[in-house]
T-cell receptor, first 110, second 113 residues
Framework: NAGVTQTPKFQVLKTGQSMTLQCAQD?????MYWYRQDPGMGLRLIYY???????DKGEVPNGYNVSRLNKREFSLRLESAAPSQTSVYFC?????????FGNGTRLTVT | DQQVKQNSPSLSVQEGRISILNCDYT??????FLWYKKYPAEGPTFLIS?????DKNEDGRFTVFLNKSAKHLSLHIVPSQPGDSAVYFC????????????FGQGTILTVHP
């Protein structure tokens, strides 16, 4: 009963490096979401995928790309990391139900 | 422009007493409101929700009240327990946008034994 699994849990990048945050769900959710959480800002939507094969921008998409590889997996890519992308990233899934979140990836960009 | 605001960054309550967490919103088009609870190093977990056509929803110790005219919702926890200590986020959604939530900044609740 893994639910929504995110890897890695922690990551430190240097400015300009790239990386992909992985997310996989075994709850048969149709839609999947990437949010970031910053102090004093709550959670903000980066990108989402309403169904397999579709992706759309959320509130703060700049500097990110996503791939809905299949129904289970939704990855978030930082092509050239910037210090402003230091944050905690949460993946979530939903199917006519409240969002079910993973435990997050804490990313630091130096 | 923060459409959902939690103006109290923190709240401290004695065990057994009532905890009241508040949330204000500005967009009158929101049709559904949710509360999430978050422990350190974990993702937010869904707690309780309310549709905009209702003014109250209750689930055990948790009750959410919605005042549409004031664009205000509150979460009441009675009685509060030390295990309730966590960050609480309120969130709102627009029609036909199920997982696209707008979150408040969060309130840290501490329940003292």
């Amino acid at each position: 009963n893994a639910g929504v699994t995110q890897t890695p849990k922690f990551q430190v990048l240097k400015t300009g490096q790239s990386m992909t945050l992985q997310c996989a769900q075994d709850m048969n959710h149709n839609s999947m979401y990437w949010y970031r959480q910053d102090p004093g800002m709550g959670l903000r939507l980066i990108y989402y995928s309403a169904s397999e094969g579709t992706t759309d921008k959320g509130e703060v998409p700049n500097g990110y790309n996503v791939s809905r590889l299949n129904k289970r997996e939704f990855s978030l890519r930082l092509e050239s990391a910037a210090p402003s992308q230091t944050s905690v990233y949460f993946c979530a899934g939903a199917s006519n139900s409240p969002l079910h979140f993973g435990n997050g990836t804490r990313l630091t960009v130096t | 422009d923060q459409q959902v605001k939690q103006n109290s960054p923190s709240l401290s309550v004695q065990e057994g007493r009532i905890s009241i967490l508040n949330c204000d919103y500005t967009n009158s088009m929101f049709d559904y409101f949710l509360w999430y609870k978050k422990y350190p190093a974990e993702g937010p977990t869904f707690l309780i929700s309310i549709s905009s056509i209702k003014d109250k929803n209750e689930d055990g110790r948790f009750t959410v009240f919605l005042n549409k005219s004031a664009k205000h919702l509150s979460l009441h926890i009675v009685p509060s327990q030390p295990g309730d200590s966590a960050v609480y986020f309120c969130a709102a959604k627009l029609p036909a946008s199920y997982g696209k939530l707008t979150f408040g900044q969060g309130t840290i609740l501490t329940v003292h034994p």
